[in-house]
């Protein structure tokens, strides 16, 4: 047993991680929306993410600034974490699930690395 530390179990270090980040990104499930791109993104898209039928025009077209053509906005992945917040939750009046799947999200890109 020479040698061995806690830190010699992988798991406790997978735990630790997914600790900290959910108390420090945790703090943001108390917040309300903001009014920086969500009103671009996420309401004035609505109908088009709440629809899962829209899923395959993700990955072939730009979701695009609602109202501005000329600021294209291709990421597929994030406008599908989108639609599946909506589908499991999430409403344009409460962010909580949003908030919730991004320090999820956080916590697997962690163990991935």
């Known amino acids: 047993m020479k040698g061995k530390t806690i830190f010699s179990h992988n798991w406790v270090v997978f735990v ?3 600790l900290t980040i959910a108390v420090v990104y945790g703090q943001a499930a108390g ?11 996420i309401l004035k898209n609505y109908s088009f993410l709440h629809n899962l039928s829209n899923i395959g025009s993700l990955f072939t077209h730009s979701v695009g600034w609602p109202n501005s053509p ?9 406008i599908l974490s989108f639609m599946i917040d ?15 799947s991004n320090i999820f999200i956080h916590i697997l890109a962690s163990f991935a690395l």
């Open 16 to 18: 630790i991680l997914a």
């Open 31 to 41: 917040f309300s929306r903001t009014g920086f791109d969500e009103p671009d993104l």
């Open 70 to 78: 000329g600021w294209p906005f291709y990421r597929p992945v994030l």
């Open 86 to 100: 909506l589908q499991f939750g999430a409403s344009a009046a409460n962010p909580l699930f949003f908030y919730l």
